[in-house]
């Protein structure tokens, strides 16, 4: 996986560039937009990591030039720039997730990772969890074939846990991943949309609440070999 970050902060730049090294990323950095668009023009990358204010071409202004271009490469946009607004207008815009600064480094690569998973599961591929099977080009949950009705936004929930799964979700990550449109969404929404996933795939699926930090979906140790 290739990855290049676009940030003006060299200390800032450096340690999300190790971090990602850590997560088998290849990293390159650009300090401007303009030097960006030239080297995302070249192709390669499996991620672009932007941050906003940028020197010679804001970091906005190169995601509407290369959603333009029609360059689908996944965007996560890290920014100071913490409003709701701004976080909508960066999505509506073309980012596919959006973190605040200040943030953990270690969250950063989770969402690196998440997003390159997503990307390679477009197409027709689903995302697969022991007995649990989603596509994604469809909105569709399945468990043992059998089609589920769920509504979007419990379709979006379980579509970014398959994508994390074994892994710890936290409520504010979820909230962040829904926020694409202005609908306020709250803690105790979430734990309604979680609730009433378990009513509909049931409670013997792997998807475990952490009290405090967040959910664990994980295949059962019984159906790890054929998920």
């Given at each position: 996986?290739?990855?290049?970050?676009?940030?003006?902060?060299d200390?800032l730049?450096r340690?999300?560039?190790?971090?990602?090294?850590?997560?088998?990323?290849?990293?390159?950095?650009?300090?401007?937009?303009?030097?960006?668009?030239?080297?995302?023009?070249?192709?390669?990358?499996?991620?672009?990591?932007?941050?906003?204010?940028?020197?010679?071409?804001?970091?906005?202004?190169?995601?509407?030039?290369?959603?333009?271009?029609?360059?689908?490469i996944?965007?996560?946009?890290?920014?100071?720039?913490?409003?709701?607004?701004?976080?909508?207008?960066?999505?509506?815009?073309?980012?596919?997730?959006y973190?605040?600064?200040?943030?953990s480094l270690?969250?950063?690569?989770?969402?690196?990772?998440?997003?390159?998973?997503?990307?390679?599961?477009?197409?027709?591929?689903?995302?697969?969890?022991?007995?649990?099977?989603?596509?994604?080009?469809?909105?569709?949950?399945?468990?043992?074939?059998?089609?589920?009705?769920?509504?979007?936004?419990?379709?979006?929930?379980?579509?970014?846990?398959?994508?994390?799964?074994?892994?710890?979700?936290?409520?504010?990550?979820?909230?962040?991943r829904?926020?694409?449109?202005?609908?306020?969404?709250?803690?105790?929404?979430?734990?309604?949309?979680?609730?009433?996933?378990?009513?509909?795939?049931?409670?013997?699926?792997?998807?475990?609440?952490?009290?405090?930090?967040?959910?664990?979906?994980?295949?059962p140790?019984?159906?790890?070999?054929?998920?």
């Amino acid at each position: 996986m290739k990855a290049l970050i676009v940030e003006d902060n060299d200390n800032l730049a450096r340690s999300i560039a190790s971090t990602l090294e850590e997560a088998s990323f290849t990293i390159d950095v650009a300090c401007d937009g303009e030097k960006a668009l030239l080297m995302l023009q070249q192709g390669g990358y499996d991620l672009l990591v932007l941050d906003l204010g940028l020197p010679l071409l804001d970091g906005m202004s190169l995601l509407r030039l290369l959603r333009h271009q029609q360059n689908t490469i996944p965007v996560l946009i890290i920014s100071a720039r913490d409003t709701l607004d701004q976080r909508i207008l960066g999505l509506e815009v073309g980012a596919d997730d959006y973190l605040c600064k200040p943030f953990s480094l270690n969250e950063v690569a989770a969402r690196a990772r998440a997003l390159v998973r997503r990307a390679k599961h477009f197409g027709g591929e689903s995302l697969r969890c022991g007995r649990l099977e989603f596509f994604p080009d469809a909105m569709e949950l399945r468990v043992d074939g059998q089609a589920l009705t769920l509504h979007r936004r419990e379709l979006e929930v379980i579509e970014y846990l398959l994508i994390n799964q074994n892994r710890l979700v936290s409520k504010d990550q979820i909230i962040d991943r829904l926020s694409s449109t202005d609908e306020a969404i709250s803690y105790a929404a979430v734990e309604t949309y979680i609730s009433r996933i378990r009513k509909k795939i049931g409670h013997d699926f792997g998807l475990k609440t952490v009290r405090g930090l967040g959910y664990y979906l994980a295949p059962p140790a019984s159906e790890e070999g054929a998920s």
